[in-house]
């Protein structure tokens, strides 16, 4: 059988063996530390907090910490202040010249950057810390549970779960360097799989009590979910090829060169960053409204946006998507650069002239190719909505669609990819029997 001659196969491959019971190692240190619950907080005492993340950004905020939040545990913050600080110095690196200066420098700057960004998280930490402890005492105070509210109480709590989510990063990298690769993603990835199972069984259990075919429902749910999951792949492999001619060059009595190369330009260049830029923004006018609304019935404006079911929600998300797709792609694919490159070593588009009518070129085929991923990845975010409007559970219609669904597909390709790098270069098959892999990794250029 294929698949237990490929378990052997790589269990025969030392390096690679040691890379993943690395991982599992500290994949289960990283579960066991999302149930440790913060001292002083009583773990019976949390269901407000539960009913609050089931739905809404606090939801996605839960998924990402694949649970934490909603257990109060030492790791509540997750990973996603040191994203947030991460997208924070990448616009910095688009605007500040100082900070294109350190871009270019290579490594050394490289190293410059990454120190920055763990300063500026850790700033993230305190702030998002002390208002997680307010969110987590008026969930808690609206069921008569008190919580201590002397200053020695919060700012222990705060340094532990800045602590916490520290040591997670510590976690990603070390996953990274000494285990499968993709250290960060990988644990977003396990806290999303991690709330699968039960997400499962609760759409399980509700169509079994369904009277009238409800297991019948169950299967086209899951045959839906593997046509999303194949159209997911397909967004996040997606590439067109540009065809490049090197010029020969003559060295001595010798030819060189001439060979025709292409450039994979990718369909989705941007991967999951505009569904994240344009969650967050949803977010925050229903915050602000929030503080000026008038006592009773809510206003229209706050209805209309917060029902993720709801056209205007969906419509306007949708639209921001799209838009934020090509502003990522604009930032991440830079034509002059890969203009200028190709001209440096001798390379041309057959057909099109060096220089200016290179990059002219370029940017029109990325233009071309982003607006039907644009689409294509607004459709898959809203998908969920569209599930809990055909019936289904709020927690397992988030698996349709939106960030956790192309999260774990890009990281299972991924590292699907980084096994399958290890057993072609020992001259073992790969994991497919035609073809290779071919995950989100690697640069446009």
């Known amino acids: 059988m294929r698949a237990v001659d490929t378990i052997r196969n790589i269990w025969k491959i030392e390096d690679l063996r040691k890379r993943i019971l690395t991982t599992l190692l500290l994949v289960l240190i990283y579960r066991l530390g999302t149930v440790i619950v913060l001292p002083g907080i009583d773990p019976a005492a949390l269901t407000a907090l539960s009913a609050q993340t089931s739905g809404g950004l606090m939801a996605l905020l839960d998924m990402f910490s694949g649970g934490a939040f909603s257990n109060a545990s030492i790791f509540a913050l997750g990973i996603m202040p040191y994203i947030s600080a991460s997208i924070v110095m990448q616009l910095a690196a688009i605007i500040i010249p100082s900070f294109q200066k350190l871009q270019r420098e290579g490594e050394s700057g490289r190293r ?38 002397d200053m020695w109480f919060k700012l222990s709590s705060v340094l532990i779960m800045a602590g916490g989510s520290m ?94 190369q292409y450039i994979p330009l990718k369909v989705n260049a941007a991967n999951v960053m505009p569904i994240i830029f344009a969650q967050a923004i949803m977010f925050i006018p229903v915050s602000i409204a929030g503080f000026f609304n008038q006592p009773g019935e809510p206003s229209s404006f706050m209805m209309a946006f917060t029902d993720n079911t709801g056209l205007w929600y969906n419509l306007v998300f949708a639209l921001m998507i799209i838009a934020f797709t090509y502003f990522y792609t604009a930032i991440t694919i830079n034509p002059t650069q890969m203009a200028d490159d190709l001209k440096r070593n001798n390379g041309f ?19 071309r190719i982003t607006l039907p991923g644009a689409f294509f990845l607004a459709i898959v975010a809203i998908l969920p909505a569209f599930a809990q409007i055909l019936g289904i559970s709020m927690g397992f219609a988030q698996f349709f669609g939106g960030t956790s669904l192309l999260i774990m597909v890009g990281v299972i390709l991924d590292t699907l990819q980084q096994v399958e790098s290890h057993l072609l270069m020992r001259h073992y098959d790969g994991l497919l029997k035609s073809g290779r892999i071919k995950g989100r990794s690697g640069a446009a250029y």
């Open 112 to 149: 410059k950057i990454n120190q920055w960004t763990r300063y500026l998280t850790v700033i993230v930490l305190f702030l998002q810390g002390w208002a997680y402890l307010i969110n987590l005492d008026m969930q808690l105070r609206a069921y008569g549970i008190s919580v201590a509210s």
């Open 167 to 260: 040591f997670v990063l510590w976690l990603g990298e070390r996953i990274t360097d000494k285990g499968i690769g993709n250290g960060i993603s990988f644990i977003i990835m396990i806290g999303i799989i991690a709330r699968l199972p039960d997400s499962l069984l609760q759409e399980f259990i509700s169509r079994v009590e369904e009277a009238g075919g409800g297991l019948v429902m169950l299967l086209f749910e899951l045959l839906f979910l593997l046509l999303v999951i194949a159209g997911a792949i397909a967004l996040v492999q997606g590439t067109r090829k540009v065809a490049v001619q090197y010029a020969k060059r003559i060295v001595g009595n010798k030819q060189y060169g001439g060979a025709r």
């Open 349 to 367: 588009i057959p057909g099109v002239k060096p220089g200016k009518a290179t990059k002219n070129y370029l940017d029109e085929i990325m233009s």
